[in-house]
């Protein structure tokens, strides 16, 4: 069999078959085994299979074997796996990461908490399109305020203020329910439902009041919407999970005692005497779920039962809910608080934000044998946000205290102190407004905290923080491969 390494014979060699998932850049039909040097790493790699593709410009390609980044030499691979060099070697290209460049970013009068997308490719879009060009980005401030913002970093929607219906304490989270509506929560222990419009013709939006929710007794820090259901669910600091309908017919009465004007000793309190003067429609839960001990910090719709949520709390637990009848039907136990979460649906993980600078991801199937099926380290603080990726199975993004945004594919691991695979994050994103965008100006992120984080396939990643800024990041193939498991 020839070598067509280009390599000298002398070395080490072994027989590779390259494959790729991906028709646009697979090799001709005819090629077989293909014989290289063992000390080939993935540069020497990537040009043999551009030599072989006969490509004009050369593609960056990463290599898997076994569904894992090699990171090393071939011979290292053999060595550190007990690999004979007479095997061959099935090996996986796809294109190369490409590092998310800084796009651009929106100021704001105080910290932003939360952010959401709206595009073609977004979970609220279910009938009916969106233009290139005419995505929207949304924000939740501490200020209070929700802004809705176009690709050219122009408000063009701002939330009213607490005298005229809007909230009247820190936004905590923000979240597209569907392309004309908005779901928010607060620390006022409120959820708030808004008609978003727009007026193509004098580019501009509007945010409308259509529903104040009542039923939490402390703040709510976390949403997720599902648009086919007009469902959202809620995480409170009061230990509970909500599910409500964002349609007023649909929904209960609210509990009296819990509206601004049921105290008259409490008339005086900001709070109460700004929402009084509204005439928004009030309505409760469809249900709220107790099982947590501490503050729930994260929850999510299951991606592909939404009869079925997840939720992640201070407990050091991630639980799974049934909607339909609001029990629960499972728990598992970590070892630390859990701050964040986010679906790997074809992988069947769940991904938690901890309290120790890590990420676990969790199998939640009744069949898992084990808690933690991987550890993703690289954070210095605290992991307040999760989002999957929109074009990797494999793929997910973090924001924590530590002033970062990190990209992690679960395909990249190194071997743990302890034994065990750990994932390492494949690139970091900065604060632009710290250090123009090289690193944290002070130790565990002070004053550059990311407190959201979102990924949308049209948009990019956007993230928003303790720099009273949303920031947009972008690159092609930030994580290759659309297929998980």
């Known amino acids: 069999m020839a070598d067509r390494s280009g390599l000298s014979s002398s070395q080490a ?11 646009d850049i697979s090799l001709p039909q005819n090629t077989g085994a293909i014989l290289v040097n063992t000390n080939l ?19 960056p390609f990463e290599f898997l074997i076994n569904g894992k ?6 011979d290292e691979y053999l060595t550190a796996n007990g690999v004979s060099a007479e095997t061959l070697l099935t090996v996986e290209y796809v294109r190369a990461i490409i590092p998310p460049i800084h796009l651009v970013s929106f100021e704001h009068d105080d910290w932003v908490s939360s952010v959401d997308v709206i595009s073609n490719t977004s979970p609220a879009i279910q009938n009916g399109t969106i233009d290139p060009g005419q995505e929207r980005i949304l924000s939740g401030s501490y200020d209070g305020l929700l802004r809705v913002w176009n690709m050219s970093s122009e408000v063009i929607a701002t939330s009213p203020a607490a005298s005229t219906g809007g909230h009247t304490s820190s936004i905590k989270a923000a979240r597209f329910a569907s392309a004309t509506q908005i779901a928010s929560s607060s620390t006022d222990r409120t959820i708030r439902i808004w ?9 501009t939006a509007s945010l409308t009041p259509q529903l104040e929710l009542y039923g939490h007794k402390a703040s709510i820090d976390d949403l997720a919407t599902h648009a086919p259901s007009s469902r959202v669910l809620s995480a409170s600091a009061d230990h509970t999970v909500g599910l409500w309908s964002t349609r007023k017919s649909e929904a209960p009465a609210a509990p009296f005692s819990l509206l601004p004007t049921s105290n008259p000793k409490n008339t005086n309190s900001k709070r109460r005497k700004l929402s009084a003067t509204t005439s928004t429609p009030q309505r409760g839960p469809l249900a709220l779920m107790s099982s947590h001990t501490a503050p729930v910090s994260a929850t999510i719709f299951a ?15 991630l639980r799974t809910w049934d909607l339909p009848t609001t029990t629960l039907v499972d728990t598992r136990t970590t070892s630390h608080a859990l701050l964040s979460l986010c679906s790997l649906p074809s992988l069947s993980l769940l991904a938690v934000g901890t309290s120790a600078r890590h990420i676990t991801l969790i199998d939640p199937r009744a069949s898992a044998t084990t808690i933690s099926a991987m550890t993703l380290r690289g954070h210095t603080n605290a992991v307040v946000s999760l989002a999957p990726s929109p074009e990797s199975g494999y793929g997910l993004v973090s924001g924590s205290h530590d002033g970062s945004v990190r990209v992690w594919d679960v395909r990249s691991t190194r071997s743990g102190e302890e034994g065990g695979a750990v994932g390492e994050s494949v690139y970091t994103i900065w604060r632009e407004s710290s250090a123009e965008g090289e690193g944290p100006r002070k130790a565990g992120g002070e004053g550059i905290k990311v407190f959201g984080v979102t990924w949308d396939k049209e948009v990019g990643i956007v993230s928003g923080g303790e720099d009273r800024r949303v920031q947009v990041n972008r690159g092609k193939g930030v994580v290759g491969g659309k297929e998980g498991g």
């Not at 991606?303 to 637990?317: C, F, K, L, Q, R």
């Open 13 to 23: 060699q072994v027989k590779l078959q390259l494959t790729t998932r991906h028709e």
């Open 41 to 59: 790493r993935r540069y020497a790699l990537s040009t043999l299979v551009n030599a072989l593709l006969e490509n004009e410009r050369p593609i």
């Open 69 to 74: 980044f090699l990171r090393t030499s071939i």
């Open 195 to 203: 008609k978003y419009a727009e007026d193509r013709a004098a580019f």
């Open 303 to 317: 991606p592909h039962d939404p009869t079925v949520a997840h939720s992640a709390s201070w407990d050091h637990t």
